[in-house]
């Protein structure tokens, strides 16, 4: 009973995986498509998904995120924004616990440590815990380096190898569409040489795309659309210029000259209709159409262009059949090759499913000799069987008492085991609020990661530290409860949560992991009821004299539970929660209270009675000035 439950529990696992692994498809199809960013945010994303179902596929996508961000960062890192850099941290903390997972611990520890180094660099704090937990657990185990490893990691020979495999798929892919344009087949070159240009996107090289957009503009002109012929040749003349290459500019300047030369040397502007239609009954030839078609369309003269380019059209359509019947005639000689292949293919089937036959001959042979030994082992287990089912009714009575108590145990068991359910979730929204507990105690909050808009709230104490230095432990724990006590009443009332306290302060998030409509909104009452409650109590002496600063800011975050298997965060994090606390810094410069960004101000209701009195500061993290409202 107990081997046939194992197995239906390891069909139901391996259905869940499938189903995970058809729900990804959709991202993982995306990947050829995408580039640059986009592409490298895919690529995390896999392989969060992938740690808890595949570690194969987990450790394929997080060293080409790796390998991708290492291009991105460091060939152009002009063109990334600042506020990307954590997609850097974030693939090596995903490929270091890929490795964690599959006991790789040198692995490990070196993208963990490659992690923390520029999560240092960019003050990314959720990239530097994430860090410095797995290096703490990788210390403890003691990994030992492995000096072979610790030389090929410094010649960076995977990523060398991953690079080689990147520039033979760009190769071929080149080759192909070059095949494909020596054939005549313009429209599938094309769409090759736009399949290298993504390849080229993400090394950077602008030099070859350049080249490859005027590859693109001739094939156009050989396929007669002369709009997009000029479109990739202004494309190829805008790269060669910012490149500075004098010699692939002329070469695109004189695509783009050819064509208007032809179609002076045949044709002069059309003066009235009636010379247009004698014009166009001496145009005999498919070329000459389409080169009157052109020209007027240069002189803006779209009505007499419109007429040519039916007359191209209905001496198009004719040879366009001929063609098919051409092109009918190849497809069925190959048809003949691929029967033929499909025959040998068949012949070579009908020799392994013999071969296959035979062996499963030998296979029921060898079942029925292991049949014949089971059947003689099982007779003397049934002798066996019935000597104990005689001993067992002699000592029926006794394994009944003994029952009785098994089942008073078990009882007394389910009750303890129902009182510690209940004190572990009182002590879990003691720690967290009861939003976040029901997500981490929700069946599908382990693998729930999210993007969600929310306004996050930083609050400092001011002057705690002075505070706290000539009290006794006691006294500031003390003060700390009653001083947050009515704070997170605010903060839960106003349908917020408290995702960390820090000591004099606290993290405070609205929106996430449930947003109930205006979450900016209730971020900016719950921030005005804790400074006005503040002030009160300071005043008839309920707490000791207190000032608070609370910064308050709008934007995208990545939400879900952060961790291992033995310890679990729910967290969010992005650059709006650095932007929110820098804010929130920035009280201490205005002597303020609270300060909000526009992003905020953005959401409130119009009847807020605050001033659009826009203050500009720069913060680190951020390229452009961040706007900012003082309100107390």
Wanted: proline residues 1%; negative net charge; hydrophobic residues 35%.
């Amino acid at each position: 009973m107990i081997k046939v439950l194992t197995i239906l529990f390891g069909m139901f696992i391996l259905v869940l995986t499938s189903i995970a692994q058809d729900d990804l498809e959709p991202l993982e199809n995306q990947l050829d498509e995408s580039y640059g960013i986009d592409k490298l945010v895919i690529l995390n994303e896999l392989t969060g998904h992938y740690l808890d179902l595949n570690i194969r596929r987990a450790l394929k996508y997080g060293k080409q995120a790796v390998d991708l961000s290492e291009n991105l960062f460091d060939e152009m890192e002009t063109s990334v924004e600042r506020g990307q850099y954590f997609l850097k941290v974030d693939a090596y903390n995903l490929l270091g616990e890929a490795h964690y997972i599959k006991e790789h611990y040198y692995d490990a520890q070196q993208n963990f440590q490659s992690a923390l180094k520029f999560a240092l660099n960019v003050d990314y704090q959720d990239g530097i815990g994430k860090a410095e937990v797995y290096l703490t657990k990788l210390d403890s185990i003691g990994v030992k380096q492995n000096i072979f490893k610790e030389k090929l990691s410094a010649l960076k020979l995977g990523r060398t190898i991953n690079a080689g495999s990147q520039d033979l798929a760009l190769s071929s892919t080149i080759k192909t569409a070059e095949t494909y344009e020596n054939n005549g087949n313009y429209e599938k070159a094309i769409k090759n040489y736009e399949k290298a240009i993504n390849y080229l996107r993400d090394k950077g090289d602008d030099e070859q795309i350049a080249e490859l957009y005027r590859r693109i503009a001739e094939n156009y002109d050989k396929l007669g659309n002369i709009p997009k012929s000029l479109e990739y040749y202004k494309l190829a003349i805008g790269e060669k210029e910012k490149l500075g290459d004098t010699t692939g500019l002329q070469a695109s300047k004189e695509g783009i000259n050819n064509l208007h030369e032809q179609i002076d040397e045949l044709v002069k502007p059309i003066e009235s209709k009636e010379d247009s239609v004698k014009k166009v009954v001496q145009l005999k030839t498919l070329e000459d159409y389409k080169k009157m078609a052109v020209k007027s369309e240069a002189n803006e003269d779209y009505e007499k262009s419109l007429e040519y380019y039916k007359l191209y059209n209905e001496l198009n359509d004719k040879i366009i059949e001929d063609e098919k019947e051409q092109e009918l005639a190849l497809r069925e000689k190959s048809h003949q090759i691929e029967r033929n292949l499909q025959e040998i293919q068949l012949l070579t089937q009908d020799k392994e499913i013999q071969e296959l036959e035979l062996l499963k001959r030998e296979s029921e042979i060898e079942q029925q000799n292991k049949f014949r030994k089971n059947l003689i082992i099982g007779l003397v287990l049934l002798l066996a069987l019935a000597g104990a089912l005689y001993l067992l009714y002699s000592n029926k009575r006794r394994d009944h008492q003994r029952l009785n108590v098994a089942h008073q145990d078990l009882k007394s068991t389910q009750e303890k085991l129902i009182k510690a359910e209940k004190k572990i979730k009182t002590l879990l929204d003691q720690q967290v609020s009861m939003a976040v507990a029901k997500e981490l105690l929700s069946e599908s909050s382990d693998d729930k990661i999210q993007r969600k808009l929310v306004c996050i709230m930083f609050l400092d104490i001011r002057g705690f530290t002075p505070f706290a230095e000539n009290r006794k432990p006691e006294e500031i724990i003390q003060y700390q409860n009653e001083v947050f006590g009515f704070m997170i009443d605010s903060v839960y009332k106003h349908h917020g949560i408290i995702n960390q306290f820090l000591g004099d302060g606290f993290m405070a998030t609205f929106g996430a992991p449930v947003s109930s409509g205006n979450d900016s909104e209730n971020a900016f009452l719950a921030a005005k009821e804790i400074i006005q409650s503040v002030n009160e109590k300071s005043e008839n002496g309920e707490i000791p004299f207190t000032k608070v600063g609370i910064g308050l800011h709008t934007g995208r975050v990545v939400a879900g539970n952060v961790g291992t298997d033995l310890r679990k965060q729910y967290s969010v994090t992005g650059n709006t929660v650095i932007i929110a606390a820098r804010i929130e810094q920035l009280n201490k410069k205005y002597d303020s209270q609270l300060l909000i960004s526009k992003e905020v101000y953005k959401e409130l209701k119009p009847d807020n009675e605050l001033k659009e009195d826009f203050i500009e500061v720069l913060v680190k993290g951020r390229k452009e000035p961040l706007q900012i409202i003082k309100v107390i």
